[in-house]
């Protein structure tokens, strides 16, 4: 005896294709609500570590290296050129692109301005010098540097009032910078020259030193999860 199978009726296929769709829209509905889950809980936050450090010491070093040539101590500009611009401009240029991905704006303003600044310094001494030809060279004309200088005057003082509601360690830095600026233009129009000189050199001496001294309590300070050194508190007077 055979068994033949009786035809599917219409109704059971149409069933059957109904039920297979619905399981369909429905797993397709749950893995969006998973998905919608997971996007809700799994929040992934890159932390980045603070740049000031990083970026003070590189000032530290080039102004401490560039002051000696001013205050007599060593001699020529071979040697402060490549301070110049791996720690005054690079270093810098590091803490300024991190300091913009932690959304510090004042941070990446001031080390991304400082840095292209000794990437411009860095240039001139070497036009000077004749590194890129005695033509360039005979072209020079100091009061252009010195229109740069005024120029950079003007964004320190402003920093300056921003950094008076950071801390008091770096509003010094600041105000340090604002004098160094002030002897540089003075020297760059030949104006009290013996004064501006000097108001220069030892004003980059003490930048240099300050700046030691806010790199080392950036760094100690986050590492030992304590104030180990005291950078001063805000002022208070422009923001409350």
Not at 55 to 73: D, H, P
Not at 89 to 117: M, P, V
Not at 185 to 201: E, V
Request: hydrophobic letters at 50%; charged letters at 15%; a positive charge.
């Amino acid at each position: 005896m055979t068994y033949s199978p009786k035809p599917l009726s219409m109704e059971f296929v149409r069933a059957v294709e109904e039920k297979v769709i619905s399981c369909i829209v429905l797993s397709k509905i749950n893995i969006m609500e998973v998905k919608m889950e997971n996007n809700g809980v799994q929040n992934v936050k890159i932390t980045n570590a603070d740049p000031s450090a990083l970026g003070l010491f590189g000032l530290a070093m080039v102004t401490l290296v560039a002051s000696s040539q001013k205050l007599e101590i060593t001699h020529g500009l071979s040697f402060v050129i490549p301070w110049a611009i791996f720690l005054g401009a690079f270093a810098q240029l590091f803490a300024c692109i991190n300091d913009s991905k932690r959304n510090n704006t004042f941070g990446t303003t001031a080390f991304g301005a400082y840095a292209f600044f000794w990437f411009g310094v860095a240039s001139s001494w070497m036009i000077k010098m004749g590194v890129f030809g005695k033509e360039l060279a005979s072209q020079v004309d100091g009061k252009q540097l010195g229109m740069a200088f005024v120029g950079y005057l003007i964004f320190t003082i402003f920093m300056t009032i921003g950094a008076m509601e950071t801390h008091k360690v770096l509003f010094t830095i600041f105000f340090l910078i604002d004098l160094l600026f002030i002897g540089l233009s003075l020297h760059a129009f030949n104006i009290l020259p013996d004064f501006s000189h000097k108001l220069a050199a030892y004003s980059e001496l003490l930048i240099a030193i300050v700046s030691f001294y806010g790199s080392a309590a950036s760094v100690l300070n986050t590492h030992f999860g304590r104030t180990f050194l005291p950078v001063g508190k805000p002022f208070g007077i422009f923001k409350k």
